[in-house]
T-cell receptor, first 115, second 113 residues
Framework: AQTVTQSQPEMSVQEAETVTLSCTYD???????LFWYKQPPSRQMILVIR??????QNATENRFSVNFQKAAKSFSLKISDSQLGDAAMYFC????????????FGQGTELSVKP | NAGVTQTPKFQVLKTGQSMTLQCAQD?????MSWYRQDPGMGLRLIHY???????DQGEVPNGYNVSRSTTEDFPLRLLSAAPSQTSVYFC????????????FGQGTRLTVV
């Protein structure tokens, strides 16, 4: 069975600085997708970035980028030029092609941004 | 475009009561699923469906039932509410499974007293 682990329950960053959120996963599959979701206080789940496992190039979306290390089963999220609006809970998620393509989530990292 | 609509947003139940959480999507997505979110545990899959008439269990299915009679709707039924079912519930849908982004509803905060 696949598992996703986020070992940092809370992180803090100064506005305009860079922060990296960690995520590791365990799987025996070779094809899968990885996602980072943001959950602000409104509770809405918002997709931040996705990575296809067969692509070696790390995904980037504006100020958000990932460091995907497939052999190490690591998928960290880097937020550059942090903004107050980045404060939220961040979830790492693994999506399998089996079992209806279920999403498996990590425990979440609460990010606070200091002005 | 409404996306994924969940109702109600908040609910308080007494132990032993039953209720149905509604979920509807207007994107013609085949794949729909229900998750519960508990502090420190992320989101855990309760049930999912890969199309009308097809449902299957996730990792925490006990105490919940689902059905999928149409592509649009995927209700979650609590048969006899227990305090352990106090949680925030999310419905999600996607075009296919695997590669596509899952779209989430706004969530339902359920308290069982």
């Amino acid at each position: 069975a696949q598992t996703v682990t986020q070992s940092q329950p809370e992180m803090s960053v100064q506005e305009a600085e860079t922060v990296t959120l960690s995520c590791t996963y365990d799987t025996s599959e070779s094809d899968y997708y990885l996602f980072w979701y943001k959950q602000p206080p409104s509770r809405q789940m918002i997709l931040v970035i996705r990575q296809e496992a067969y692509k070696q190039q790390n995904a980037t979306e504006n100020r958000f980028s990932v460091n995907f290390q497939k052999a190490a089963k690591s998928f960290s999220l880097k937020i550059s030029d942090s903004q107050l609006g980045d404060a939220a809970m961040y979830f790492c998620a693994y999506r399998t092609f089996n079992q209806g393509g279920k999403l498996i989530f990590g425990q979440g990292t609460e990010l606070s941004v200091k002005p | 475009n409404a996306g994924v609509t969940q109702t109600p947003k908040f609910q308080v139940l007494k132990t032993g009561q039953s209720m149905t959480l509604q979920c509807a999507q207007d994107m013609n997505h085949e794949y729909m699923s229900w998750y519960r979110q508990d502090p420190g545990m992320g989101l855990r899959l309760i049930h999912y469906s890969v199309g009308a008439g097809i449902t299957d269990q996730g990792e925490v299915p006990n105490g919940y039932n689902v059905s999928r009679s149409t592509t649009e709707d995927f209700p979650l039924r609590l048969l006899s509410a227990a305090p352990s079912q106090t949680s925030v519930y999310f419905c999600a849908s996607s075009q296919t499974w695997g590669q596509d982004e899952a779209f989430f509803g706004q969530g339902t905060r359920l308290t069982v007293v």
